[in-house]
């Protein structure tokens, strides 16, 4: 039945993908592979591969596996045998044609998530194995359309949306007049050296969603934080570069936020609710430029609006009355630890929270992140079917409200919410926050 | 095996030489894959060093060597008693089984603890009933028949064959002279075979979790189970 269902399914078509597939010959398959192989993995790769015990144990844990009717390609030690497994096997003497389909599988069948690991006995990272597909994919200019479009963008601009850097101080000029209105002393400071906080955001705020800068200049002002964002670039912490499996962009791109900070001699970088960006700062990014932990103390906003709550700096006017639940993001907090935090906050902003189930370090990836929302409209329908899990546990919930501190979550349950029709709206911390916090004015 | 000479001679092969060769290979291959791994981390991912940490080496270990602890041992409780039990009667019995007891005697003259044969005998069973649970699963179970190749029956089969040879020659079931040799070659080949094929998770499963138990807790303070 599953293969019939799979024969009738339509091919996607996607121009990075099938293009860069067809200029590829087997030697240079070959040589990248080998290259990659033998310069970029070592140990783990080895012993993850040779200590696999093939048991299947790892499916379970994957919303992808689950949401496709388990069929067992799209379980986690399947998407290795159909990528990685094979590369091995027929050691690097893959066709173009492979080459092309693994990068579907490594791009937009895996979020790179991690819930796999919790479930393996041994501990295996499928997400590294299949980044590593991507950077063996990426080397071969082999790459979704979409998501290397951003990837081109930070290369050209530092930042993911092609924003020009007076676009970008308009923006924030834009936005400080606007909140004037409101709370007639506010700033946002630009350029100001010997800041306490940088304040970084990822890219798609001043682009789509300004109104996120807005907030938060209201709850810096607020809370009487001495704060700052950069003019120059650093001010954007996304990287698309990091899981296009472009570590040289990823590199620049960090090293770029790092430098604006160290420039700025800011103590900590704040950032907003973006996962990715966390990641790439926190643990991928930083690395790969040598630092074991980031030069710079690097706080998300769950930790911030909890510092600043538990401090008594910002205070909380009336809880916010709808029933609330919570998304937790992979990056902080299967890639941070920063579960509790995120509940002490919305408990003390909202009335009413309901747990969602599986949660915390256990829940289910929204299917947007690691770059699959990025990879674009050619493989939405695809992602928004891959996730009927999370649907359900959503729904099962019976909350108004989806709290989701985190971009590519957030658009990603929209787009969920919408396709299975619940009847629930997605909002960030800080919109709440906002709305439901004392303000100097009231 | 016609005549009780060609016998005694294949037998005193088999369990005197033949035992050494296997125990030099499977001590020696031991020592060498940690080293060739050791030396690996040296040469290309010396920073995993700097993320290892002893307190989170061992949470993730004792998280997952207790029974139901992890949430995917209760999602599988079939699967994690089988494991269990498995598990330790594999390496359990060939240890203490009486037999191999009386062997060591006769060799070093060094006293040897004995399981009762009757217990013995109960897991022996266990170890067999195991690998016929296993192959089952792999035989049925969609997400893990994907996943087998050809090498995990052999595997599986190298794993049975000492201990459904042990347990036909106790029982005298067969030609025992023959089921005899068979169960001292297929023990042998089990042995030689741990460090060069997947079975060497027996040798790595320790490393791995701690690998990734100190990420988890130090870098992303999470649980990993
Ligand atoms: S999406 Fe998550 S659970 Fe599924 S294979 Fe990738 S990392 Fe593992
Ligand atoms: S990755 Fe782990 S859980 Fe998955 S098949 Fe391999 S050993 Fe089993």
Not at chain 1, 71 to 89: C, D, H, Q, W, Y
Not at chain 2, 204 to 222: D, M, N, P, Q
Request: some cysteine; overall charge positive; aromatic content about 12%.
């Amino acid at each position: 039945m599953a293969e019939v269902i799979e024969k009738t399914e339509q091919r996607i078509v996607d121009e990075g993908l099938d293009k860069g597939a067809d200029k590829l010959t087997g030697d240079q398959i070959a040589r990248v592979i080998k290259a990659v192989l033998e310069n970029e993995t070592g140990a783990r790769l080895k012993v993850y591969v040779d200590t696999c015990v093939h048991c299947g144990l790892c499916s379970d844990a994957c919303h992808i596996y689950l949401s496709q009717n388990r069929n067992p390609k799209f379980s986690p030690a399947g998407k290795v045998k159909r990528t990685m497994g094979e590369i091995l096997k027929k050691k690097g003497r893959v066709s173009p044609e492979f080459i092309r389909d693994a990068a579907e599988v490594a791009y937009t069948e895996c979020n790179l998530c991690k819930r796999c690991v919790q479930y393996c006995p041994f501990g295996i990272d499928v997400a590294y194995i299949l980044l590593i597909v991507r950077r063996i994919c990426h080397k071969l200019g082999v790459t979704p359309l979409y998501i290397q479009d951003t990837a081109h963008s930070h290369s050209v601009t530092m930042n993911q949306m092609w924003i020009k850097e007076d676009e970008w101080i308009d923006t924030l000029q834009w936005q400080e007049e606007d909140a004037r209105e409101e709370m007639p002393n506010l700033r946002i400071p630009l350029e100001k050296e010997g800041a306490d906080v940088m304040y970084s955001v990822i890219a798609p705020e001043p682009k789509f969603q300004p109104n996120l800068i807005y907030y938060t200049a209201i709850l810096m002002n607020t809370a009487g934080i001495n704060w700052t964002m950069p003019a120059t670039p650093g001010w954007d912490n996304s990287d698309m570069a990091m899981f296009t499996g472009d570590n040289e962009i990823m590199g620049r791109i960090k090293r770029a936020q790092f430098d604006a900070a160290a420039r700025l001699k800011v103590k900590k970088i704040v950032m907003g609710e973006c996962g990715h960006a966390f990641r790439s700062v926190y643990d991928v990014g930083n690395r790969w430029l040598g630092w074991k932990m980031p030069p710079i103390p690097i706080v998300h906003a769950i930790e911030f609006y909890y510092d600043l709550l538990k401090a008594g700096k910002i205070k909380i006017r009336e809880k916010y009355k709808k029933s609330v639940t919570l998304h937790d993001p992979c990056n902080v907090v299967r890639g941070a630890g920063l579960h509790e935090k995120a509940r002490y906050v919305i408990n003390e902003i909202c009335e009413n929270f309901i747990e969602m189930h599986p949660n915390r370090e256990h829940n289910y990836c929204c299917n947007a992140g690691g770059g699959v929302i990025n990879c674009g409209p050619p493989f939405k329908n695809k992602r928004v079917k891959s996730n009927s899990v999370k649907a359900k546990q959503i729904r099962d919930t019976g909350a108004e409200i989806l709290i989701t501190p985190c971009h590519n979550c957030h658009s990603g349950m929209e787009d969920i919410i919408s396709y299975y029709n619940v009847n629930m709206h997605t909002k960030f911390i800080i919109d709440i926050l906002y709305e439901v916090m004392e303000k100097p004015g009231d | 095996m016609n005549s009780p000479d060609s016998f005694g001679a294949i037998y005193n092969f088999v369990s005197g030489p033949l035992v050494w060769v296997a125990f030099i290979v499977f001590v020696g291959g031991s020592i060498y894959r940690f080293y060739d791994l050791i030396k690996l981390v040296n040469r290309k991912e010396k920073f995993i060093y700097s993320y290892m940490s002893w307190k989170y080496s061992l949470r993730s270990i004792i998280a997952w060597v207790t029974p139901f602890f992890p949430v995917n041992m209760r999602k599988h409780p079939v699967l994690t008693v089988v494991t269990y039990v498995f598990h330790l009667c594999l390496l359990i019995t060939p240890v203490f089984v009486l037999g191999h007891g009386v062997l060591i005697k006769n060799a070093w003259n060094v006293r040897w603890w004995a399981l009762p044969e009757s217990i013995a005998d109960f897991m022996t069973l266990m170890v067999i009933i195991g690998c016929i649970f296993f192959l089952v699963r792999r035989l049925v179970f969609r997400e893990v028949k994907y996943v087998t190749t050809m090498s995990d029956y052999f595997l599986l089969a190298i794993v049975a064959a000492p201990f459904v040879t042990g347990f036909l020659c106790y029982h005298q079931v067969g030609n025992y002279d023959l089921l005899l040799i068979l169960h001292i070659l297929a023990g042998e080949i089990m042995l030689m075979a741990i460090p060069f094929t997947r079975l060497s998770h027996m040798l790595f499963a320790a490393l791995t979790r701690a690998y990734i138990g100190s990420e988890f807790g130090k870098v992303r303070h999470a649980r990993d189970w």
